[in-house]
């Protein structure tokens, strides 16, 4: 007869629980670490694929206070600003619209009109019936708007040359902001556009080619953006800044392409395709006057940006890069492929 086996019983002392209790809590810290690890990557990546689009803005910086639009604002305040310098027009012009726009639409676009200058960026109201012909309306399109402002100076300057004591009552760049409203009739009380001063100066002044370096930035979304567009971009400069830039006009007799491709020799050239493309601006050589035209085309570029896929714009000796949304100084080797005078309009993104 075999002897009856006994169960070994397993004496666990305390070396051998600390043991265990230290390899399960390395275990449960490891399984831990990768959690947060993986966690954190995946936050990461997150917000770096998506922090522009959460806060995409344009921006600048008056002292210390920053002044804020979005992309699509800025885009219509460039497009006031531009249209005002286009027109031979003092930049507090472009101030004095920028400021009626945010007060009347928020800057935004209510029709935007088969032509240029028909954008409807002010808002409808009473007619006019002080005019000597009878009601005349609110003008609610951009080249309207102007057109009544520019009335309104040229009757002024001429009314002070005639002493004539009413010259106060027409648009004058000195005016606040609620005494330009009355002068141009617009339809809002004349005390509610004042609150839209400073901001309007702001963005107006960079836009106007007030400032002699970069003033205003955009933080634009990698996501989703719109392919390259040179031809875009070439056919609005010429629309808004034919005058800015000196582009001769063409006869319609002429044939389209030719002529056009003509006349932008040595002002607007492009090069490469697709993401390759790049535009090179050449500001008048004899460019004077009380604004910048590089500094003015460089941030038009900007404000564009998020509807055309600009990724760089460079006005020497800075470049604006999208995904960094800064103006970065250039290095040697590169100002020397940007000399002043010029703006470079890239769609490539930098590597």
Same mark, same amino acid.
């Given at each position: 007869?075999?002897?009856?086996?006994?169960?070994?019983?397993? $004496?666990?002392?305390?070396? #051998?629980?600390? %043991?265990?209790?230290?390899?399960?809590?390395?275990?449960?810290?490891?399984?831990?670490? !990768?959690?947060?690890?993986?966690?954190?990557?995946?936050?990461?990546?997150?917000?770096?694929?998506?922090?522009?689009?959460?806060?995409?803005?344009?921006? $600048?910086?008056?002292?210390?206070?920053?002044?804020?639009?979005?992309?699509?604002?800025?885009?219509?305040?460039?497009?006031? +600003?531009? /249209?005002?310098?286009?027109?031979?027009?003092?930049?507090?012009?472009?101030?004095?619209?920028?400021? #009626?726009?945010?007060?009347?639409?928020?800057?935004?676009?209510?029709?935007?009109?088969?032509?240029?200058?028909?954008?409807?960026?002010?808002?409808?109201?009473?007619?006019?019936?002080?005019?000597?012909?009878?009601? %005349?309306?609110?003008?609610?399109?951009?080249?309207?708007?102007?057109?009544?402002?520019?009335?309104?100076? %040229? =009757?002024?300057?001429?009314?002070?040359?005639?002493?004539?004591?009413?010259?106060?009552?027409?648009?004058?760049?000195?005016?606040?902001?609620?005494?330009?409203?009355? =002068?141009?009739? %617009?339809?809002?009380?004349?005390?509610?556009?004042?609150?839209?001063?400073?901001?309007?100066?702001?963005?107006?002044?960079?836009?106007?080619?007030? /400032?002699?370096?970069?003033? &205003?930035?955009?933080?634009?979304?990698?996501?989703?953006?719109?392919?390259?567009?040179?031809?875009?971009?070439?056919?609005? &400069?010429?629309?808004?800044?034919?005058?800015?830039?000196?582009?001769?006009?063409?006869?319609?007799?002429?044939?389209?392409? !030719?002529?056009?491709?003509?006349?932008?020799?040595?002002?607007?050239?492009?090069?490469?395709?697709?993401?390759?493309?790049?535009?090179? $601006?050449?500001?008048? *050589?004899?460019? *004077?006057?009380?604004?910048?035209?590089?500094?003015?085309?460089?941030?038009?570029?900007?404000?564009? +940006?998020?509807?055309?896929?600009?990724?760089? $714009?460079?006005?020497?000796?800075?470049?604006?890069?999208?995904?960094? +949304?800064?103006?970065?100084?250039? /290095?040697?080797?590169?100002?020397?492929?940007?000399?002043?005078?010029?703006?470079?309009?890239?769609? +490539?993104?930098?590597?």
């Amino acid at each position: 007869m075999s002897p009856v086996r006994r169960r070994r019983t397993t $004496v666990i002392t305390r070396p #051998m629980a600390r %043991r265990r209790r230290r390899r399960r809590a390395l275990l449960a810290l490891g399984v831990t670490t !990768a959690l947060v690890a993986g966690a954190a990557y995946g936050t990461w990546r997150y917000i770096e694929e998506n922090e522009f689009l959460l806060d995409e803005r344009c921006a $600048v910086t008056v002292g210390d206070r920053d002044y804020e639009l979005s992309p699509t604002q800025t885009r219509n305040a460039a497009l006031l +600003a531009v /249209t005002a310098v286009n027109q031979g027009l003092p930049p507090e012009a472009g101030v004095d619209a920028l400021a #009626m726009s945010l007060q009347e639409t928020e800057l935004s676009i209510r029709d935007s009109g088969e032509e240029r200058g028909s954008e409807a960026l002010f808002a409808r109201g009473s007619p006019d019936w002080n005019a000597e012909n009878g009601a %005349r309306p609110v003008q609610v399109t951009v080249d309207g708007f102007y057109e009544v402002l520019e009335e309104s100076w %040229r =009757a002024g300057i001429e009314a002070a040359d005639d002493g004539e004591e009413d010259a106060d009552l027409f648009w004058t760049p000195e005016l606040e902001l609620d005494e330009a409203s009355a =002068a141009l009739q %617009r339809p809002h009380n004349p005390q509610f556009y004042p609150q839209h001063g400073a901001a309007a100066r702001a963005f107006a002044w960079p836009l106007t080619g007030q /400032t002699q370096g970069p003033d &205003m930035t955009c933080y634009l979304s990698q996501l989703e953006v719109p392919g390259p567009d040179p031809e875009g971009v070439t056919a609005d &400069m010429v629309s808004r800044m034919s005058a800015i830039l000196e582009i001769p006009s063409v006869d319609n007799g002429e044939d389209d392409d !030719a002529a056009v491709e003509s006349a932008l020799e040595g002002i607007i050239d492009s090069s490469g395709d697709g993401e390759s493309a790049e535009l090179r $601006v050449h500001m008048p *050589e004899d460019a *004077e006057g009380e604004f910048s035209h590089q500094w003015l085309t460089a941030h038009w570029a900007v404000a564009t +940006a998020e509807e055309y896929g600009i990724q760089t $714009v460079t006005s020497a000796p800075y470049r604006w890069d999208r995904d960094s +949304a800064r103006w970065q100084r250039l /290095t040697e080797d590169e100002a020397d492929a940007a000399p002043a005078g010029t703006v470079l309009i890239g769609f +490539a993104r930098e590597p």
